[in-house]
């Protein structure tokens, strides 16, 4: 049996997998091991797989066919830091960027979608993505290692970003 924390956090990557399928009318699942299997310090073994292999292993959601280079990594905590956020250095916020960056390839589209108890959910992306707009609920997050990213509310990223997620993971896959 799993424990209370690895649950939570599997309901939040089967939550963002179904809303995410609802949204593009595609399917998108929860990837098995979560990521792990060439996350960190296994992603050598990504020299071994071939192109579906590794989009099943790379984050915690497996996307559509559409969407050959997202990359999209999910957090559920009890609670988050913000104040730290604004400091540059929220070592919470940096361990996920590393995890979501580690098995990743230069054009991927990365994604850290956060859930947080009584605080909401949220999405983390790389600022490199310009294209994406970010309305005028959000906050950036900038430090040494991961450059600058921007972090607003789940629901309003997705519903002004639709379509520029999709034009940008098939776009990237075809540089």
Request: with cysteine; aromatic share 16%.
């Amino acid at each position: 049996m799993p424990s209370p924390q690895k649950a939570k956090g599997s309901s939040w990557e089967r939550d963002v997998a179904v809303y995410l399928s609802d949204l593009y009318g595609e399917s998108f699942i929860r990837a098995p091991g979560s990521g792990a299997y060439i996350g960190g310090q296994n992603t050598h073994r990504k020299q071994y797989l071939d192109e579906g292999q590794i989009r099943t292993f790379k984050g915690d959601i497996v996307p559509g066919k559409s969407f050959p280079l997202l990359n999209i990594e999910c957090k559920s905590y009890k609670d988050f830091p913000f104040n730290l956020v604004y400091t540059g250095e929220c070592k919470q916020l940096d361990g996920w960027l590393d995890q979501l960056l580690a098995p990743a390839d230069e054009f991927d589209i990365n994604i850290l979608a956060m859930k947080f108890n009584r605080k909401g959910k949220f999405i983390a992306y790389e600022y490199k993505h310009r294209l994406f707009n970010h309305g005028n609920n959000y906050t950036y997050y900038t430090n040494k290692a991961h450059g600058p990213w921007v972090i607003m509310e789940f629901n309003n990223f997705w519903q002004l970003n639709k379509q520029t997620v999709k034009e940008l993971s098939y776009r990237s896959s075809k540089r």
